[in-house]
T-cell receptor, first 114, second 113 residues
Framework: DQQVKQNSPSLSVQEGRISILNCDYT??????FLWYKKYPAEGPTFLIS?????DKNEDGRFTVFLNKSAKHLSLHIVPSQPGDSAVYFC?????????????FGQGTRLTINP | DTAVSQTPKYLVTQMGNDKSIKCEQN?????MYWYKQDSKKFLKIMFS???????INETVPNRFSPKSPDKAHLNLHINSLELGDSAVYFC????????????FGPGTRLTVL
């Protein structure tokens, strides 16, 4: 039972254009939503997050949008740069006794073409 | 000055063996985690410890036993290794709270032959 889904396994975008990565979830009890970026042979690194009570959070070139009624979130990267090429994981957080249980999507491989 | 470190980075072993993966964090965090990324690239939580106490224990075979000697360390011991245990295992840590970032280690690629 996949509670967090990223339906696009890969995405290719031209440098300078906007990259939009999508994520859907099924559990309306999640507290926070996060995006992680992962390069090969490295651990995931945190990119940006959004509380379930907000609908937008922006950090430089990265913006996350949350549509609670649709149980959908998206990550916008603009402008896209070659260094953004990586696998992006969407995650939803459920707090359990101080421990943050993250449920991850299966990832989207983003390739930025020069 | 690595924030979350894991050893070893690669581990190749035979079926039936027992092995351990070590994790250390120098961020002063209270909570540590183990994740498994399988061949289909799904990243799933296995365990979480908060101040050396087991908080999250997903449906993981009891051949897997986490041990937290102190707040900064969370080791993963696996008994009687099986082919299906082959995966990349990630350790992570965070402070308390839903909004706090989890910092991941570089991963340990376990291959069971």
């Amino acid at each position: 039972d996949q509670q967090v889904k990223q339906n696009s396994p890969s995405l290719s975008v031209q440098e300078g254009r906007i990259s939009i990565l999508n994520c859907d979830y099924t559990n309306s009890m999640f507290d926070y939503f996060l995006w992680y970026k992962k390069y090969p042979a490295e651990g995931p690194t945190f990119l940006i997050s959004i509380s379930s009570i907000k609908d937008k959070n922006e950090d430089g070139r990265f913006t996350v949008f949350l549509n609670k009624s649709a149980k959908h979130l998206s990550l916008h990267i603009v402008p896209s740069q070659p260094g953004d090429s990586a696998v992006y994981f969407c995650a939803a957080s459920d707090l359990i006794q101080g421990a943050q249980k993250l449920v991850f999507g299966q990832g989207t491989r983003l390739t930025i073409n020069p | 000055d690595t924030a979350v470190s894991q050893t070893p980075k690669y581990l190749v072993t035979q079926m039936g063996n027992d092995k351990s993966i070590k994790c250390e964090q120098n961020l002063g965090h209270d909570t540590m985690y183990w994740y498994k990324q399988d061949s289909k690239k799904f990243l799933k939580i296995m365990f979480s410890y908060n101040n050396k106490e087991l908080i999250i224990n997903e449906t993981v075979p009891n051949r897997f036993s986490p041990k937290s000697p102190d707040k900064a360390h969370l080791n993963l011991h696996i008994n009687s290794l099986e082919l299906g245990d082959s995966a990349v295992y990630f350790c992570a840590s965070s402070q308390d709270g839903a909004a706090d970032t989890q910092y991941f280690g570089p991963g340990t690629r376990l291959t069971v032959l």
